[in-house]
């Protein structure tokens, strides 16, 4: 398993990890790959990243359903609204790997979402060969 780290530079952020998700994989001849953060207020999105605005609506989209401010536990460290985006998203995605390269659509990227940065965050990469 290997790992990536990547530095978040605002409080939300979508970060396309996807070549070095595909230097993972580039001499698998075939498998998966799993892509997963372990962090609570992060997620892993499948989806384009051509258009830099993507990720800035999906992060507008996410606050319109769920605003800040608003939960109990923003009592704690006011990120109530980063831990329910994080898990309405999910914290994994699994990608089919075919002579080292991934089995993407034309226009899907591998991202990470950050809803509480900035932060140094992991991304935990598991190849498993088929």
């Known amino acids: 398993m290997k790992n990536i780290k990547i530095k978040t530079k605002g409080k939300y952020e979508v970060v396309d990890i ?3 998700v595909e ?9 998966i790959v ?5 962090h609570a207020t992060g997620a892993i999105i ?3 990243n051509y258009d830099p605005n993507i990720g800035k609506d999906i992060v507008e989209a996410l606050d319109k359903i769920i605003p800040e401010g608003k939960w109990m536990h923003d009592a704690v460290d006011d990120n109530g609204a980063a831990h329910i985006k994080a898990a309405i998203i999910g914290p994994s995605e ?6 080292g390269k991934l089995q993407l659509g034309t226009w899907q990227n591998i ?3 950050d809803f509480d940065g900035p932060r140094e965050r992991t991304i935990y990469v598991k190849v498993i060969k088929g």
Not at 34 to 38: E, G, K, L, S
Not at 94 to 99: D, M, N, Q, R, Y
């Open 18 to 20: 996807t070549s070095e």
């Open 23 to 31: 230097e993972q994989v580039k001499h698998l001849d075939e498998g």
């Open 34 to 38: 799993i892509v997963y953060t372990p």
């Open 46 to 48: 499948l989806n384009e």
């Open 94 to 99: 699994t990608v089919i790997v075919k002579e």
């Open 111 to 113: 991202c990470f979402c």
